[in-house]
C-alpha cells in the first residue's frame, strides 16, 4: 500500500505562484514516475506534468514554461512550482504514482 499526502494549495491572484508538495510513504521502496493531474469543476481530469526517474520531464502544453516539476527520491517527494498563474489554473491537484492517487489539494486563482 502507498500513501500519497499532497500540500500547498491555496488562493492565489493572476501572475502569482504556488509551490505544491506530494509526499509519498507506504510501501514503495523507489520512484520510477511522478505525476501531476488535476481537475477543474464540470471537466475531466487531465495530466499536468511527470517526471522520470533519471530526471527527465513531461509538461501539459498549457503550463509549459510556468510549471516545473521536481523531486526529492531520497525523501520520496515531488514538488510542482507554478509560476504565473492563471484562472483556468483552477482545479484540485492531484499526485500520481502507478495505480495510487493522493486527496488532492485545491489550487484557485483569482483576483
Known amino acids: 500500500q502507498v500513501q500519497l499526502v499532497e500540500s500547498g494549495g491555496g488562493l492565489v491572484q493572476p501572475g502569482g505562484s504556488l509551490r505544491l508538495s506530494c509526499a509519498a510513504s507506504g510501501s514503495i521502496r523507489s520512484i520510477n514516475v511522478m505525476n501531476w493531474y488535476r481537475q477543474a469543476p464540470g471537466k475531466e481530469r487531465e495530466f499536468v506534468a511527470r517526471?522520470?526517474?533519471?530526471?527527465?520531464?513531461r509538461y501539459a502544453d498549457s503550463v509549459k514554461g510556468r510549471f516545473t516539476i521536481s523531486s526529492d527520491n531520497a525523501k520520496k517527494t515531488a514538488y510542482l512550482q507554478m509560476n504565473n498563474l492563471k484562472p483556468e489554473d483552477t482545479a484540485v491537484y492531484y499526485c500520481n504514482i502507478e495505480a495510487y492517487w493522493g486527496q488532492g489539494t485545491q489550487v484557485t486563482v483569482s483576483s
Open positions: 517526471i522520470f526517474t533519471g530526471g527527465a520531464t
